[in-house]
């Protein structure tokens, strides 16, 4: 399976920016898609996920009600809209999917497959 992030960027606080994450492969292995950022210094954070089956999304409490993610099936891409972004959501953004239960979806050592990461810079 092979991921492919895209739409990061450079924005002002209070901006928005949408990536996208487009998918090929043995993309049916994958209950779970997901969002994750790492900043300078810091751990690779959960930020997103929504499944396969049903769409069910969940979030950190850091971007709930700020993010949205989605995805479209028939295009095999997972899309993050990002509103209202502050200075501290800058960070490499990683889209990443796996087979993964649900108790485990915001640690990233669970999925197996995982994008090159973007870049999300934003600017007070």
């Known amino acids: 399976v092979q991921l492919q992030a895209s739409g990061g960027g450079m924005v002002q606080a209070g901006g928005s920016l949408r990536l996208s994450c487009a998918t090929s492969?043995?993309?049916?292995?994958?209950?779970?898609m997901g969002w994750f950022r790492q900043a300078p210094g810091k751990e690779r954070e959960f930020v997103a996920v929504?499944?396969?089956?049903?769409?069910?999304?969940y979030y950190s409490d850091s971007v709930k009600g700020r993010f949205t993610i989605s995805r479209d099936n028939a295009k095999n891409t997972v899309y993050l809209q990002m509103n209202s972004l502050e200075p501290e959501d800058t960070a490499v953004y990683y889209c990443?999917?796996?087979?993964?239960?649900?108790?485990?979806?915001?640690?990233?050592?669970?999925?197996?497959?995982w994008g090159q990461g973007t870049q999300v810079t934003v600017s007070s």
């Open positions: 492969g043995r993309t049916d292995s994958m209950l779970n």
């Open positions: 929504i499944r396969r089956s049903g769409g069910r999304t």
């Open positions: 990443a999917g796996g087979n993964v239960a649900l108790s485990g979806i915001r640690d990233p050592h669970n999925y197996g497959s």
